[in-house]
């Protein structure tokens, strides 16, 4: 910066123009000088200073005074712009509550299983995504004239917003369950997820609320599931997969004993081997199902296709093929079945009579009570009635279970008519249930032939119906289940027991 | 359909509500004493049935049942008491009670009682 004096003194100003310093420029003092002389100088170049600037120059002129060279001293100082605090902006999702949990879980595990990530990154409709914080106003700085530094000024926060997302006030929100994608200049929600190749190391399970289509296949033990659709369009191996809708896999499913797959509608693939498998709804399949565990809540279809092996639910029916194989595989099928009924049974019965007993000890308590009601005093009377609502209440509260049952063994009555329709062959080994009923396959039956429970001299047997011929050949019944049956009838007949 | 369960037990209101939701009863209101009886009559009132007990500290049964009956409210009213002699029965009856429960009860025996109790104030109402 060029340097301002006169023959005495020198006033040199930073480049910046934020510093002035005063100095001698004579190599002597001189012999008189003033304050007012050189404030007069400094006043001239414009420069503004302050009291501190002010105590510097009489410093400075004092030290003259005593005939000291003094050194250079600064009498101005201007200020620094401060720049605006850039803005940023901050993830909301997932929730941090969600993160610490699963941060937490992995540190407590010594080794890290690499099959259990999740990497998939989802929204729910009316979740919080982003928080757009704008910047902060910094200060304009000044320079030793006076003159204003314009400080450097940052651009409002802004996101751009795609499809199933709003924005309110600095919040971004989902407005629908998806796969939230966001790059530094937009968000949005994917209500579909899609995966181009396998579900393997680099994708990790899949926890999605819609629907999801993968490119190939799902590998060993890694984990899909989906609120709505799953799509896979390669192979299914020993993974889980659970879908709440509908379960297309059509490659074809090879559990390998390991896989678990579930839809609650319906699922359909070309074949299903070595696998658990649960479908709300029908399941079908285009080749073959062999020694599966497979519980079909509606009508199970394998038309140019066999069911070799396993145990086979099919609630509303069947519609194959060919059953078992020409080794004699033993092959279970059950159909019109609810395992709901079994499943609710079991869970229900026990409480149903542990109930009723507690009813009947706490009314073996009341029962003296009540035979002796004039000898008792308020607080007994008082007692002896809270005891009687407890056991109306343990009655009632068996009454609603059994009720329960009731709706659902209904409901497996509507189904018990299901029938079994064979298109080609029945092999021995077969074992075929009704309700109540079964039968063992002793001999190859040829096809099409319709296989239905019917009452024959008011017993229940199994019938093969020949479709071309008409005619029916009785395949022999014995009591399936029996005692479940007959416990059941029991616990659900109307009057109260005990 | 408002009933009034007023009884210092708690238990026993409860014992009434678990039987009042099996008659389908809409809506009930609850009082520990006689006193806060009929604060809640003024406050929520009218009813359709009360259920009160005899034995309460502040205000018994029976004479709340007294004071309602002077106050020219006609709801139907359950005594429900352990006091079982022909006299106090005779005593509720004639302060305007409409029907009596003597405990100790069974669910069933105190939900006819209340459906017997609506079905006479019914009938009479409509006479």
Not at chain 1, 67 to 79: F, L, N, S, W, Y
Not at chain 1, 137 to 149: L, M, P, T, Y
Not at chain 1, 266 to 282: P, T
Not at chain 2, 55 to 72: A, F, S
Request: aromatic share 4%; proline share 5%; with cysteine.
């Amino acid at each position: 910066m060029p340097l301002t004096a006169n023959k005495l003194f020198m006033v040199n100003i930073s480049n910046d123009k934020l510093v002035a310093t005063l100095s001698l420029h004579a190599t002597e003092p001189p012999d008189k000088t003033s304050f007012e002389e050189i404030l007069n100088q400094i006043g001239g170049m414009k420069i503004t200073l302050d009291d501190e600037g002010k105590k510097a120059v009489e410093d400075f002129v004092a030290q003259l005074t005593r005939k000291e060279i003094p050194g250079p001293m600064v009498i101005a100082r201007g200020r620094k712009p401060e720049p605006d605090q850039p803005g940023k902006i901050e993830t909301l999702w997932p929730d941090p509550a969600h993160a610490t949990k699963q941060e937490s879980e992995t540190s407590s595990v010594s080794s890290e299983n690499y099959y259990d990530r999740t990497c998939v990154v989802v929204g729910k409709d009316g979740q919080e995504l982003l928080r757009l914080i704008q910047p902060q106003s910094g200060q304009n700085g000044v320079d030793i004239f006076g003159k204003e530094i314009p400080r450097k000024l940052a651009s409002e926060t802004q996101i751009g917003l795609g499809p199933n997302v709003r924005r309110q006030g600095d919040i971004v929100y989902a407005t629908c369950s998806g796969k939230v994608e966001y790059t530094n200049v937009k968000v949005w929600v994917e209500p579909r997820f899609e995966i181009p190749g396998n579900v393997d190391f680099s994708v990790g399970n899949i926890d999605f609320p819609e629907d999801v289509h993968i490119g190939k296949n799902v590998l060993d033990r890694f984990k899909v599931s989906s609120g709505n659709d799953i799509v896979v369009q390669g192979t299914a191996e020993a993974a889980e997969i659970h879908a709440k809708r509908d379960l297309v896999v059509k490659g074809g499913i090879a559990g390998k004993d390991k896989g678990i797959f579930s839809a609650g509608q319906d699922i359909k693939s070309k074949y299903i081997i070595n696998s658990k498998v649960q479908a709300g709804r029908n399941i079908e399949v285009e080749k073959e199902i062999v020694q599966c565990d497979l519980v079909c809540q509606g009508r199970l279809i394998i038309k140019n296709g066999d069911l070799i092996g396993g145990r086979t639910v099919a609630t509303g029916g069947a519609t194959i093929k060919t059953l078992g194989s020409a080794a004699n595989i033993k092959t279970v099928l059950e159909l019109g079945i609810n395992g709901k009924l079994q499943e609710q049974y079991q869970e229900l019965a026990p409480q149903i009579r542990q109930n009723r007993q507690k009813a009947e000890k706490v009314k073996q308590v009341v029962e003296p009570l009540l035979q002796n009601q004039k000898h008792l005093t308020s607080e007994q009377k008082e007692k002896a009635t809270e005891l009687l609502f407890q056991a109306g209440n343990l009655e009632d509260s068996a009454e609603q279970m059994i009720e329960q049952l009731r709706q659902i063994a209904r409901k497996n009555e509507e189904t018990a008519l299901a029938e079994l329709v064979i298109n080609g062959t029945i092999y021995p080994g077969c074992v075929i249930r009704f309700p109540r009923v079964q039968a063992t396959i002793t001999m190859a039956l040829s096809g099409p032939m319709k296989i239905v429970p019917r009452k024959v001299d008011s017993v229940m047997r199994i019938s093969a119906l020949d479709e071309r011929t008409g005619s029916a050949h009785d395949l022999g019944a014995t009591p399936w289940d029996a005692e479940f049956w007959e416990n059941l009838d029991k616990l659900l007949r109307p009057e109260k027991q005990g | 359909m408002k009933i009034l369960l007023v009884d210092d037990s708690r238990t026993m209101r409860n014992i009434f509500k678990r039987v009042i939701v099996g008659i389908n009863a809409a809506e009930t209101a609850e009082a520990g004493d006689g006193v806060e009886a009929l604060q809640v009559i003024e406050q929520s009132g009218p009813f359709d049935l009360m259920l009160l007990d005899w034995n309460m500290p502040n205000m018994d049964g029976i004479t709340l049942l007294k004071t309602v009956r002077e106050k020219k409210i006609f709801t139907p009213v359950i005594m429900v008491t352990t006091e079982a002699e022909k006299s106090r029965i005779i005593e509720a009856i004639k302060a305007g009670a409409n029907n009596y429960m003597v405990k100790p009860f069974t669910p069933d025996a105190l939900k006819g009682k209340i459906e017997e109790t609506l079905k006479k104030a019914k009938a009479s109402a409509t006479a």
